[in-house]
C-alpha cells in the first residue's frame, strides 16, 4: 500500500530503527494463557506497561450463587479482549459533588473480575506482584476506580493487580438459612471470601504476567485496610501473600458473633418482606431493590468460625496471624471527612456523648479531648477522637502486636502532607495518601510539584517493600523499624523524618478502655 505521507515513511523507519537499536521497551506478547483460556490487553500510557482489564476469577455470585462463597469463572472460547473495566458490585450512588469527584461506576452482580498492569517483558521475569483492595467502607468502590490505575507504581517494576468484592448487603449478609446452607456452618464474610478467591487466582495465573507467586504484597485502604488486616487473621489466606500494607483501617476492637450478625440479617428479611422460603424470595429480589432496602445496621463483619474462628486481635495476641512482614499507618487529619450531624457539636453535647459512651473512662477521655468553650473547640476534639479511635489506634496496635507476637520486621507512617487549595480545609483527609501512593491525583485539588516529588518517594518506598520486605533503599530518608517502646513512625509530609509518640495520649487511653472491654487481655 502506497503512503501519502511521506512523513509516515520516515516515522516506520524511525520506529524500526529504534527497536533494532533496543530503544523501544519490550512487553508481555499477547495472548496470554490464564486458567480460563486466552486474554489480550492493551497498552499502557507508556511503551513499558501492558494492561488487562476485566479478567473475571470467579463466576457470577447470581441466582443460587447470591451468599455463597465464590465459585470457579467459566472457560472461554478464543481469545478475551480485557480491554475494558468489567462491572463494579452493585452498590449505592456515590455522591459525584464532593472532594473526590468519583463518578458512579458502570454496575453487575457479574462484577468478580480483577485488573492487571505489568512492566514484564516476558513470563519469566518473576516480578513482585501488588494486589490492591479498595476501600469504601464494604458498601462502595471499585478496582477499577481511575484513582486506583496501576500503571506509575507497576512502572517501578511490580505487576499490579486490583480486585472487586461483593459489596453491602451482598457481601456482608449473615443469616441462619444462610449458615444452615453452609458445610462449615458458616453466613456473611462473602467479600472476605472473594478476596481470598482473587487471591487463589493470582497464584494459579499471575506468573503468566511476569509475576512472582512467591512475592505477593496485599495492600489497601480504609475497608481494604480492614481487609488486609482480616486476611492475615483468617486461616483461608494461609500462604496467598508474603508482604502485607494497611492504610487507615483495622479491626482490633470487638467484633459481631455470627449469631449477633444473623439478628441484624433477620431485621432486613422483615423490611424486606422474606417472611417465606427466605433464601429463595431474597434471591429472586432485584439487586436494586435489595440495596435500596439496605442499611449500615444490617451488615457487619463477623466472627463465624471459618473465615475468622476468633476475632483479629486473639488471633494476633495468640500469634496464629499469618505472619509477614508489614508496613501501618493512618493520617493527620483521618476524621475531617467524617464530621458530626449539622457540621459541628456543641461542648456540652460532646461531653454528653462521652460520658453515654465511654462510662468511667469518661473523665480521663475529656481530659484528653477537651470540649473546650466554643462549638468550635469541641468540634475540634470530636475530630481529633476520631481520629485516633476509629483509625490511628488499630494502626499503632497492629504495629505493635505484630511486633510482640510476629518474627517479620513492621514499619509505621504518618502521612501528614496536606494538599494545596481545596483540601487545605479538611487537612491530611482519609485517603488523601492514595493520590500519592498511585501517583494519579484523582481528586479535585491543584497538586504541587512537591507532591508529585512526594508521590515518587512513597511509590518507592511501597514497590521496594513489595521487592524485598524492606521499604529502604538509596536516595530515601531511612524509615527504622518500628519499636513499640520508642513508639516511631516515618511521617510523610512536607518532609520526611522520624518522629516519635504522635498522638500519643489518646492512643494510650484507647489502649485502656479498650482492653477493659476484652474477656481476657493478651496483650497488653
Excluded at 9 to 32: C, E, R
Excluded at 89 to 111: F, K, V
Excluded at 140 to 159: F, I, P, Q, S
Excluded at 185 to 195: E, F, I, P, V
Aim: aromatic share 10%.
Amino acid at each position: 500500500m502506497r503512503l501519502r505521507n511521506p512523513l509516515a515513511v520516515f516515522g516506520i523507519f524511525a520506529v524500526v530503527a529504534a527497536a533494532l537499536a533496543g530503544q523501544i521497551p519490550q512487553t508481555l506478547s499477547d495472548p496470554v494463557r490464564v486458567e480460563q483460556g486466552l486474554v489480550a490487553g492493551t497498552a499502557g500510557r507508556a511503551a513499558d506497561v501492558r494492561v488487562y482489564r476485566g479478567i473475571p476469577f470467579a463466576a457470577a455470585p447470581t441466582g443460587d450463587l447470591r451468599w455463597k462463597p465464590p465459585q470457579p469463572a467459566s472457560s472461554w472460547q478464543g481469545v478475551r479482549q480485557a480491554t475494558e473495566p468489567g462491572h463494579a458490585c452493585p452498590q449505592p450512588p456515590y455522591p459525584t459533588t464532593g472532594l473526590y469527584g468519583a463518578s458512579p461506576p458502570p454496575i453487575g452482580e457479574d462484577c468478580l473480575n480483577l485488573n492487571i498492569w505489568t512492566p514484564a517483558r516476558s513470563a519469566s521475569d518473576l516480578l513482585p506482584v501488588m494486589v490492591w483492595i479498595h476501600g469504601g467502607a464494604f458498601v462502595h468502590g471499585t478496582g477499577a476506580a481511575v484513582g486506583y490505575d496501576g500503571e506509575n507504581l507497576a512502572r517501578h517494576g511490580v505487576v499490579v493487580v486490583t480486585i472487586n468484592y461483593r459489596l453491602g448487603i451482598f457481601g456482608l449478609l449473615a443469616l441462619p438459612e444462610l449458615a444452615a446452607e453452609s458445610p462449615y456452618h458458616s453466613a456473611g464474610n462473602y467479600a472476605l471470601l472473594d478476596q481470598i478467591a482473587a487471591l487463589r487466582w493470582v497464584q494459579r495465573n499471575i506468573a503468566a504476567f511476569g509475576g512472582d507467586p512467591g512475592r505477593v504484597t496485599i495492600f489497601g485502604e480504609s475497608a481494604g485496610s480492614d481487609s488486609v488486616n482480616i486476611l492475615m487473621a483468617s486461616p483461608l489466606a494461609a500462604s496467598l501473600f508474603t508482604r502485607a500494607i494497611g492504610e487507615s483501617g483495622g479491626s482490633f476492637g470487638p467484633m459481631r458473633s455470627l449469631t449477633g450478625a444473623e439478628k441484624q440479617g433477620q431485621q432486613f428479611v422483615a423490611k424486606v418482606g422474606a417472611t417465606q422460603d427466605v433464601l429463595k424470595t431474597l434471591r429472586a429480589k432485584s439487586s436494586d431493590e435489595l440495596i435500596q432496602a439496605a442499611t449500615d445496621d444490617d451488615i457487619d463483619l463477623n466472627v463465624d468460625g471459618w473465615v475468622l474462628p476468633s476475632s483479629v486481635y486473639s488471633i494476633f495476641a495468640e500469634g496464629k496471624q499469618n505472619d509477614v512482614p508489614v508496613i501501618v499507618g493512618s493520617n493527620a487529619n483521618e476524621g475531617t471527612i467524617f464530621p458530626p450531624p449539622g457540621g459541628s457539636i456543641s461542648p456540652a453535647d460532646f461531653a454528653a456523648n462521652a460520658q453515654k459512651h465511654y462510662g468511667t473512662f469518661s473523665a480521663d477521655f475529656l481530659k484528653i479531648y477537651r470540649p473546650g468553650s466554643s462549638d468550635a473547640d469541641a468540634t475540634a476534639s470530636y475530630f481529633a477522637a476520631l481520629r485516633d479511635e476509629q483509625i490511628a489506634w488499630d494502626m499503632r496496635i497492629w504495629a505493635r502486636i505484630a511486633q510482640k507476637t510476629g518474627h517479620h520486621r513492621a514499619y509505621r507512617y504518618y502521612f501528614s502532607r496536606v494538599p494545596p487549595g481545596r483540601g487545605e480545609r479538611l487537612g491530611a483527609f482519609h485517603g488523601s495518601e492514595l493520590a500519592y501512593v498511585f501517583g494519579n491525583f484523582p481528586y479535585r485539588i491543584s497538586y504541587q510539584d512537591l507532591d508529585r516529588q512526594l508521590a515518587e518517594t512513597i511509590q518507592t518506598y511501597w514497590t521496594n517493600f513489595a521487592r524485598s520486605g524492606d521499604p529502604n533503599g538509596a536516595g530515601l530518608a531511612a524509615w527504622p523499624i518500628y519499636d513499640s517502646l520508642k513508639d516511631n513512625v516515618l511521617e510523610m509530609g512536607d518532609t520526611i523524618s522520624v518522629r516519635f509518640e504522635i498522638n500519643s495520649p489518646g492512643l494510650d487511653f484507647f489502649d485502656d478502655f479498650y482492653r477493659s472491654l476484652r474477656p481476657s487481655p493478651a496483650v497488653q
